[in-house]
């Protein structure tokens, strides 16, 4: 078992390999009286087709999601699901494009909880009844993010950006897709992807270590999980240019929505690591279109924007800039931002200024247990390790490397999506 | 923790000293009596503040300076509780120990510059943000409709409550605004800070007692009111059923249900309606979750909350507006089997141990602590542990007596007609 210290914060987390491979972090500490645990697997919806031997298996849209569901079945597993109750633990799920966590927070007997976690995760029986059942609340979850406007837009904007990435479609997927999800093609996946080498284990709360350990040696000892091959995801190759570079959705709104996208190559950036890309591309737009760039002061001043915002992603072999509008004429600010997105900039004063916004964020992530077992969480899923020394990386960001950022971003390749009445 | 209250001139301040958090949390809670004719001078006076003050002019020059000060934050909001409304600015920074002794000063300054120090010039504020601001508001109030949960949840309130301040929204009518203008709003708020208001202040983070005279001395221009209010309103509902259905285009429907409760007494309305409440609604295994959303497949979201100073139970959930009969009987069907001893007792024990995980939350949750002050000013609260004993100390018997002083009231669907 290995201590990592977190820079700054007087903070600390301690790493341990089990023997199949399953990676556990534990996030020790007095001030919580609750704990969070959770088992997360690095398998989302940007798996949309893998290799696994010589066969190829198509992955339907929605399906990460759906098992997500299924493990998470509760109401089928009636013995857990009233021990948790017992316990006055409550267990929940997600899913994103690169991970599926399941958790349990609460307060009485962590060791017990922990167990019945990974009994969750480890004993499921997904059948075709359960499924067609989950159908149904599966597309009521589907139609309430259709209504959520900004949701709608922003996926809109990725399928209209890309010709074959994972992003064309939505973690929950479609009504139309998540009907053709069988037991078959979620029991595939799961025993494909929820393999010890793919999942890790992370414990935040008031705990003893060598306990936690032994309790998961012994679990894991009698399930006697065998090591296995993780399947190769298959990228399709993509355009550098968008897919479609411009779209209306009709709606009886007042005012307009408009999401004004940039797709750049990645390989314009020297820097290797996302991470840091995404501090410098941050700081960047906010110094920008911010509420404390003089652009966003202009806009408002001059009635072209309501509010503004940007955003960045890293998708596969690309950075997607998006600047978003809520105004009254889209014709303005479409006008406006293709110029003044040309132009760019960012002074010193700026750019440290900005810093300080990421430490805090950094250093208040540490004042909740769920907010350090996200932190966790992302980082494994993002660079498959934990960074201790975030701090310090973000102390070292260099004014010239933001210049050079600036340098590699190109504008050619523009989608346009925007509400009409 | 430790907790101190301190009065001075009218001033009650409520100081939480811990180690628990990596930062520092300051509340200015302005209460009075709710008057409908102040919501959309409130709406237009807490957009200005933020928007510039007399140092700094401009929207730009106050995001430059809290990003320079790590970031700060200073949110004021709107809030109707019960029979008042409150104003508050919530002050959050990072503890100084983190960057260095100086930002403790400058962002009490900060947070005097942008409450105390209006941009305003010849006792009016300036015409060219007020104007920018209230256009704003107005495309605030028209893109309510684009969100049905909250569009749904306002017309709900308004039928539900109708008669009492909880049916009024805390966006005004677009109409409303046109009675603001740059003078009467800067007349507004100097009534504002004399004499009107109960002036509450909770610090919550690792600071020293002279934190209060550092805030005193910045703040003191205020004079708040001694004259106490309570939150409660004791509302008499219709005995008819109103059922109301509107329709715009969204895929899905919006339902609510509200249930009125008669006569509470203070351990029902603060420990029985709790458990009641948890076993019906919120917990892992609630009946309407499993009931409505896992046998029938109704929904994804359903769930149900309760207000106590205007005494009602709601029930919420996201349906397809085909299944409207079905998941109505379901839910009365819920409600109904409140009375049945063998519901109530499978799940009696469990809710309670889920209600002690919520309440130790209490200690990470930096705004239920700093609330819970604020609240025992106006009405009798426990403090948590007493909470923790009376809520456990609920009887099965207690829970399914409950569930005859409880008659519904209001059922209202957004039909998603997409």
């Not at chain 1, 260099?398 to 390749?413: H, P, R, T, V």
């Not at chain 2, 409207?324 to 409600?335: G, P, R």
Request: net charge neutral; charged share 25%.
């Amino acid at each position: 078992m290995e201590k990592k210290e977190f820079a700054k914060v007087n903070e600390s987390v301690y790493e341990y390999k089990l023997n199949n491979g399953i990676d556990v972090y534990l996030y020790n500490t007095q001030k919580a009286k609750n704990f969070y645990i959770s088992i997360s697997v690095k398998y989302g919806a940007n798996i949309t087709k893998y290799k696994k031997g010589n066969n190829i298996i198509n992955v339907i849209p929605g399906s990460a999601h759906f098992l997500e569901h299924k493990v998470m079945a509760l109401s089928e597993n009636k013995q857990i699901s009233k021990r948790i109750d017992e316990l006055g633990s409550l267990a929940n799920a997600w899913t994103n494009y690169r991970c599926t966590n399941y958790n349990i927070f609460g307060s009485i007997n962590l060791k017990e909880n922990l167990i019945l976690l990974l009994d969750i995760f480890y004993n499921i029986n997904i059948n075709d009844k359960t499924v067609e059942k989950e159908k149904g609340i599966i597309g009521e979850e589907i139609d309430m993010y259709k209504d959520q406007i900004n949701y709608y837009m922003f996926n809109q904007l990725f399928n209209n950006l890309f010709e074959k990435s994972y992003v064309k479609n939505t973690v929950v997927g479609e009504r139309s897709d998540i009907k053709s999800i069988t037991a078959k093609s979620l029991n595939q996946i799961y025993n494909d992807y929820y393999i010890p080498n793919n999942t890790f284990i992370i414990i935040c709360g008031n705990f003893d270590n060598e306990e936690i350990i032994n309790t998961l040696n012994d679990y894991m000892n009698k399930l006697n999980l065998k090591k296995k091959e993780l399947p190769k995801r298959i990228k399709e190759k993509e355009k550098d240019t968008v897919s479609i570079a411009y779209q209306e959705i009709k709606k009886e709104f007042e005012d307009v929505r408009v999401k004004y996208a940039v797709k750049i190559p990645r390989k314009n950036f020297k820097i290797k690591n996302d991470t840091i890309l995404k501090y410098y591309l941050g700081i960047i737009l906010r110094s920008n279109f911010s509420t404390s760039s003089k652009l966003y002061e202009k806009y408002k001043n001059e009635n072209i924007v309501i509010d503004m915002s940007s955003y960045i992603y890293i998708i596969d072999d690309y950075v997607i800039i998006i600047i978003n509008s809520f105004c009254k004429d889209s014709n303005v600010f479409l006008d406006n931002i293709s110029k003044d997105i040309k132009k760019i900039n960012i002074s010193l004063s700026d750019f440290e200024r900005k810093k300080k916004l990421y430490l805090r964020s950094y250093i208040l992530n540490f004042d909740n247990i769920e907010d350090v077992e996200y932190v966790i969480c992302d980082s494994i899923v993002m660079d498959n390790k934990v960074n201790y020394n975030e701090y310090n990386d973000i102390l070292n960001l260099d004014y010239k490397m933001a210049q050079e950022i600036i340098k590699g971003l190109s504008f050619d390749n523009i989608s346009i999506i925007k509400t009409i009445k | 923790m430790e907790y101190k209250k301190i009065t001075k001139d009218n001033f009650t301040y409520h100081l939480i000293k811990t180690d628990r958090f990596k930062e520092i949390n300051m509340v200015m809670y302005l209460t009075k009596e709710f008057n409908k004719s102040d919501i959309p001078f409130i709406n237009m006076l807490i957009h200005n503040l933020s928007y510039s003050s007399k140092k700094y002019n401009s929207k730009d020059k106050i995001a430059c300076i809290s990003e320079d000060l790590y970031g700060l934050s200073l949110t004021s909001s709107f809030t109707l509780t019960g029979s008042c409304e409150t104003i508050s600015f919530s002050l959050e920074f990072l503890n100084p120990k983190y960057t260095e002794e100086k930002y403790l000063d400058l962002s009490l300054d900060y947070f005097k510059e942008i409450v105390l120090n209006p941009n305003v010039s010849n006792n009016r504020f300036n015409p060219e943000y007020f104007n920018i601001i209230k256009n704003d508001l107005i495309s605030m109030i028209n893109s309510v409709k684009d969100n049905p949960s909250k569009f749904a949840s306002i017309n709900y309130s308004k039928l539900m409550y109708d008669g009492t301040p909880s049916a009024y929204n805390t966006l005004p009518n677009i109409e409303d605004l046109d009675s603001v203008n740059e003078e009467n709003l800067y007349s507004f708020y100097k009534n504002l800070f004399n004499n009107k208001c109960n002036v509450d202040i909770c610090i919550l983070g690792e600071v020293d007692d002279d934190i209060v005279e550092k805030i005193h001395n910045r703040v003191k221009t205020i004079k708040p009111t001694n004259k106490k209010h309570t939150f409660t309103i004791n509302h008499k509902y219709k005995n008819k059923v109103i059922e109301q259905i509107d329709a715009l285009k969204y895929n899905q429907s919006k339902l609510y249900i509200g249930y009125r409760l008669n006569d509470l007494t203070y351990h029902e309305k603060m420990h029985v309606i709790r458990v009641y409440n948890t076993i019906l609604g919120t917990m892992n295994n609630s009946i309407l979750f499993n009931v409505v959303r896992e046998e029938n497949s109704l929904c994804y979201s359903i769930g149900s909350y309760v207000s106590i100073y205007n005494p009602s139970l709601t029930i919420y959930a996201g349906i397809n507006k085909d299944n409207y009969d079905k998941t109505i009987e379901l839910i009365k069907k819920c409600v109904e089997s409140m009375s049945d001893r063998k519901v109530v007792s499978d799940l009696f024990n469990y809710a309670k141990k889920t209600i002690n995980t919520f309440l130790n939350n209490y200690y990470d949750d930096i705004v239920a602590q700093i609330h819970n002050y604020y609240v025992g000013e106006y009405e009798k609260i426990e403090d948590i542990e007493t909470l923790r004993e009376n809520t456990n100390n609920v009887t099965v018997d207690e829970v399914i007596e409950l569930n005859k002083k409880i008659s519904l009231s209001t059922i209202y669907m957004l039909k998603g007609d997409n």
